[in-house]
């Protein structure tokens, strides 16, 4: 129940093209879903993140898109760019509940092709 | 300092021997939290820290594993008797306050390898 599916594992897009990544959790506790990207060698930095009490943010070419009743978060990069070739993650977690941790999906390796 | 700092960056050991993990987190954040980052999945939680006690021990893998920090500032992550499946990135991040709904700033790893 404290998992947080992630998919797919990997990704390859054209430049332009939109990415998009998906989530999925169990916890209806949860209420803070964040997204991490992190390039090699280097830690995970912080991108965007939502609540659930909205169904989109926005944040430059970069949105995550919340489905309260389905459980699942996505992460859409539109007109992506080489320098968005990355490791992303998406993470929950719930204040509410004192879980004062997240809990990260495994990842999505993306690659976006010049 | 600037940001998160993690010594060493790299560190092979031979299986059966001790290592120390240290962390520098950002001057004045109260939250530090260490994290294990495996081949192929995700960041697993290990522990974290709120000033110098550690509410929440439940991600150390067993008791070879164990983890302090003094003066609410520096902390040492260690595993003793090292094994191969301890091979892995070890992540420290740090935060104004506990995790939950606020920024969690990373280090760039200590990558662990052990033979």
């Not at chain 2, 560190?11 to 939290?33: M, Q």
């Not at chain 2, 999945?41 to 522990?47: A, K, R, T």
Request: charged share 20%; proline share 5%; net charge positive.
């Amino acid at each position: 129940q404290q998992q947080v599916k992630q998919s797919p594992q990997s990704l390859i897009v054209q430049k332009g093209g939109i990415s998009i990544i998906n989530c999925a959790y169990e916890n209806t506790a949860f209420d803070y879903f964040p997204w991490y990207q992190q390039f090699p060698g280097k830690g995970p930095a912080l991108l965007i993140a939502i609540r659930p009490d909205v169904s989109e943010k926005k944040e430059g070419r970069f949105t995550i898109s919340f489905n309260k009743s389905a459980k699942q978060f996505s992460l859409h990069i539109m007109d992506s760019q080489p320098g968005d070739s990355a490791t992303y993650f998406c993470a929950a977690s719930s204040v509410l509940s004192g879980t004062y941790k997240y809990i990260f999906g495994t990842g999505t390796r993306l690659k976006v092709l010049a | 300092g600037a940001g998160v700092s993690q010594s060493p960056s790299n560190k092979v050991t031979e299986k059966g021997k001790d290592v120390e993990l240290r962390c520098d987190p950002i001057s004045g954040h109260t939250a530090l939290y260490w994290y294990r980052q495996s081949l192929g999945q995700g960041l697993e939680f290990l522990i974290y820290f709120q000033g110098n006690s550690a509410p929440d021990k439940s991600g150390l893998p067993s008791d070879r594993f164990s983890a302090e920090r003094t003066g609410g500032s520096v902390s040492t992550l260690t595993i003793q008797r090292t094994q191969q499946e301890d091979s892995a990135v070890y992540l420290c991040a740090s935060s104004p306050r506990l995790f939950g709904n606020t920024e969690a700033f990373f280090g760039q790893g200590t990558r662990l390898t052990v033979v």
